[in-house]
């Protein structure tokens, strides 16, 4: 169902990402070793991870890393490895369906302990990432296939301490051929940074990797995507009901479901619906932002109410949170400011305009300003 609110997991499921299925299809059956799919808050990263990991026949492991941060605050190998075992446990038959015994594999991997429910880390063994990849890609060689190690918002692995997760990847960049990585990152600036493909000195500078961008939904998919989800579900709804939706959401597919499921599925009201999108979205929005502005919350929230009153550029916004904050700030400290919004993806430059990435946002800042 396209209404469902849970990430997608199956591929008819997923509306109108076929050029993204394709590439990352490509990506894996060229054997490529690393792949970045890039994309803001909602838009559909997970949904494509899992639906294409499930269908495409390939073993893997999927770390959610985001989950592991906001339980823990930090992200260390136990918890990766408690979530891959809590992964293959419930996974099991999805092994067994392609024909491969993953206990097996398991059972040589000494961080983990197989017993007759399921899989365990083994609190007693001290094992480095890069044997646990090793053992995934000398096991996948073994049956002809490879292995996908998956991070959702891998950024959150800055938050490791002492592992350095690009030089691992690096590593299994030269020496893994059968092993694909694959991580996937709302705050598009940060993974970068984390991964410092920009960077000379830098493991992973240099190497080929496979990137993929997914972006919002025109407003014509937004509209086919509304009308055939409530196609689904039996129900019509109005034109200009549609259109004020595609026009309000901007084309972000998460909260296009949201809206066709609060009204379609819940039944509430048109207005109503598109309420609680922006009640319930932006309370999930903010949760984020405050952590990013808190270090400097004033001039921020200065500089996306700028924005929203209509300052684009970089000197009418200075201008405006110079005014509001009654300081004067150093040029370098505000363009600062300016680019770490655009690292988390808060706000996007074109063409030397700036723009908030998603009406949520607006909503909520409008609410803290007002
Ligand atoms: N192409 C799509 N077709 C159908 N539903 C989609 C599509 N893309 C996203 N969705 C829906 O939108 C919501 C957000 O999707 P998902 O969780 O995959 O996005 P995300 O980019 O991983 O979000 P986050 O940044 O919050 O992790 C989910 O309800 C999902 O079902
Ligand atoms: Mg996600």
């Known amino acids: 169902m396209l209404f469902d609110i849970r990430p997608k997991t199956q591929l008819k499921d997923l509306f109108d990402r076929e050029k993204e299925i394709d590439e990352l299809r490509q990506s894996l059956e060229l054997g490529e070793p690393l792949v970045i799919i890039y994309g803001m808050r909602r838009v559909g990263k997970t949904s494509l991870l899992r639906a294409c990991l499930n269908e495409f026949g390939y073993p893997y492991v999927l770390i959610d890393v985001r989950e592991i941060f906001e339980e823990h605050g930090y992200v260390t190998r136990s918890h990766l490895y408690e979530q891959m075992a809590r992964f293959f446990t419930s996974n099991l038959e999805f092994f067994e369906k392609l024909g491969f015994r993953i206990k097996d594999l398991l059972k040589r991997a000494k961080a983990f302990q197989v017993s007759g429910i399921g899989i365990e880390v083994n609190p007693s063994v001290n094992v480095d990432v890069t044997s646990i990849f090793r053992i995934f890609n000398d096991w ?48 598009v600036g940060v993974l970068r940074d984390f991964l410092k493909l920009d960077n000379p000195k830098a493991p992973l500078y240099g190497r080929y990797v496979r990137e993929i961008l997914l972006g919002k939904f025109t407003p014509e998919q937004s509209r086919e995507f509304l009308k055939e989800g409530f196609n689904e579900l039996g129900t019509n709804i109005p034109d200009h009901e549609i259109d004020e939706v595609v026009d309000k959401l901007d084309g972000i597919p998460g909260w296009l479901t949201l809206y066709g499921y609060y009204h379609g599925v819940q039944k509430l009201d048109h207005r109503r619906a598109l309420e609680k999108v922006f009640e319930t979205g932006s309370k999930l929005i903010m949760e984020e932002l405050e952590k990013i502005i808190a270090p400097s919350r004033q001039r921020y929230l ?47 430059k074109q063409e030397d305009q700036y723009k908030i990435t998603d009406p949520l946002i607006v909503h909520a800042i409008k609410a803290i300003v007002s």
């Open 302 to 348: 200065a500089i996306l109410e700028a924005i929203i009153h209509g300052a684009t550029r970089w000197t009418q916004i200075k201008t405006y949170v110079e005014y509001r904050t009654r300081t004067r700030i150093a040029d370098k400290n505000f363009t600062d400011l300016l680019k770490k919004l655009v690292k988390y993806g808060v706000i996007e």
């Open 140 to 187: 996948a060689r073994g049956h002809n296939t490879r292995f996908v190690v998956a991070f959702d918002e891998a950024q959150y692995l800055r938050f490791s301490g002492a592992t350095r997760y690009d030089g691992i990847f690096a590593w299994s960049y030269d020496n893994l051929e059968n092993l694909t990585i694959i991580v996937t990152g709302s705050e």
